[in-house]
């Protein structure tokens, strides 16, 4: 799991990461895939609060982005985030398939 720590209302940087599967992390190929970025809070029963397809920064190398939101980080709290793979198919792939990544939004002083 990874954590990665926020300011509330901020849109930068960009959520990036390598997408990768096995007990070596190879990269994903997303060649032909779509990629949504999902992000809920760590609270139980909470709806999902961002649902949205996320850029493919370089597919053979399974990069992604997210883009913030206007409204994605104007809550304080910890959230889980992974990143839903659609293949060609139709079949369906969440990474990290192994729990969550974690961000944790903190207050602004500003």
């Given at each position: 799991?990874?954590?990665?720590?926020l300011k509330?209302?901020?849109?930068?940087?960009?959520y990036?990461?390598?997408?990768?599967?096995?007990?070596?992390?190879t990269?994903?190929?997303?060649?032909?895939?779509?990629?949504?970025?999902?992000?809920?809070s760590?609270?139980?029963?909470?709806?999902i609060k961002v649902?949205?397809?996320?850029?493919?920064v370089?597919?053979?190398?399974?990069?992604?982005?997210?883009d913030?939101?206007?409204?994605?980080?104007?809550?304080?709290g910890?959230?889980?985030?992974?990143w839903?793979?659609?293949?060609?198919?139709?079949?369906?792939?969440?990474?990290?398939s192994?729990?969550?990544?974690?961000?944790?939004?903190?207050d602004?002083l500003?």
């Amino acid at each position: 799991m990874t954590v990665t720590y926020l300011k509330q209302n901020d849109r930068l940087p960009a959520y990036a990461a390598t997408l990768v599967s096995g007990p070596h992390a190879t990269p994903i190929d997303l060649t032909g895939c779509t990629v949504h970025f999902h992000m809920r809070s760590n609270a139980a029963g909470q709806p999902i609060k961002v649902d949205i397809p996320a850029t493919v920064v370089d597919a053979a190398a399974g990069t992604v982005r997210h883009d913030w939101g206007v409204n994605d980080l104007d809550t304080v709290g910890r959230y889980r985030v992974e990143w839903q793979i659609t293949y060609p198919s139709g079949r369906r792939l969440p990474v990290p398939s192994n729990g969550w990544d974690e961000i944790r939004v903190v207050d602004d002083l500003a």
